[in-house]
């Protein structure tokens, strides 16, 4: 899957900047180590989770680069099964077979599961997240699966976690109706719905430690036979962005 699209930074900078969304191979992983370790301070990926994330599932890794070639973001997804009805609030670790997806991947699992996106702060709020949101799609779409999860950080907790419980700041609205959290905010502005609270989800001390299971059904699952899901799925990775204007 790869598209060329020129993308336009918001905040008025008038900055225009191509990328390409494609899947990661084993000879980005230097790349995307590089990216890890700008944007996440606490838990970057090491070489073995990336490796074995390409060679487990290398459709389900993506890569954003410059035109140079440089990563400036990175997507992985696993398939999973798991009861929608009866949510389990289960750690990043146990989901992710310690983000490795060696042996939590299930090729016929149900559901896709965000395993980790990372953009690097250079290049966020650009709708490069969103970008990666229409390849994740793209996949649920052409592989007909009913939906697509992952757990949310919450990264604003940290700073009012003395006067907000959990429960109440992950539904904490701004005057204009959007979410607190920036994070929660970019799910629920991309479609997904908050599930439950993970509790010990991963090491994260700005969400103290939570996160949030939130979840997008497929519109498409299980309609209009095997060939007008591939079709859908085509548009949704190389137009999909354009409906949204990222
Ligand atoms: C979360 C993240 C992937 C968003 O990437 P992005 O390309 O900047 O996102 P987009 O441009 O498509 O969307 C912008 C929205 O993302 C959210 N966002 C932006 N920067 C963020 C940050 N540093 N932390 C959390 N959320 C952020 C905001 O909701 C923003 O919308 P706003 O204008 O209403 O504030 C990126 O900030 C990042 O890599 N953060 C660190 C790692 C991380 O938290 N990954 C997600 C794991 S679940």
Aim: with cysteine; net charge neutral.
């Amino acid at each position: 899957m790869e598209d060329r699209t020129m993308i336009r930074v918001k905040h008025k900078k008038r900055i225009k900047v191509e990328v390409l969304v494609r899947n990661a191979t084993l000879d980005d992983v230097n790349g995307i180590l590089d990216l890890e370790q700008e944007t996440w301070p606490f838990f970057p990926a090491n070489r073995e989770k990336v490796e074995s994330r390409i060679q487990t599932f290398p459709e389900g890794s993506f890569v954003v680069t410059l035109s140079n070639g440089e990563i400036v973001g990175y997507l992985s997804l696993q398939f999973i099964n798991y009861d929608l009805e009866n949510p389990k609030a289960s750690s990043w670790d146990e989901m992710t077979d310690c983000g490795t997806i060696r042996k939590s991947h299930l090729i016929d699992g149900a559901y896709i599961f965000g395993v980790g996106m990372s953009v690097s702060p250079r290049y966020q709020n650009m709708g490069i997240a969103t970008r990666l949101f229409f390849a994740t799609w793209a996949i649920g779409v052409g592989y007909n699966r009913r939906g697509c999860m992952l757990g949310s950080r919450m990264p604003g907790y940290a700073d009012v976690k003395d006067r907000y419980s959990p429960e109440q700041y992950v539904q904490l609205r701004r005057e204009d109706g959007k979410l607190f959290d920036p994070e929660l905010r970019l799910y629920e502005g991309d479609g997904f719905r908050q599930i439950c609270l993970l509790p010990n989800y991963e090491n994260d001390p700005p969400s103290c430690d939570y996160g949030v299971l939130v979840y997008q059904g497929n519109p498409f699952y299980n309609r209009g036979g095997r060939l007008f899901q591939r079709l859908a799925a085509w548009f949704l990775a190389r137009w999909g962005h354009k409906i949204i204007g990222v």
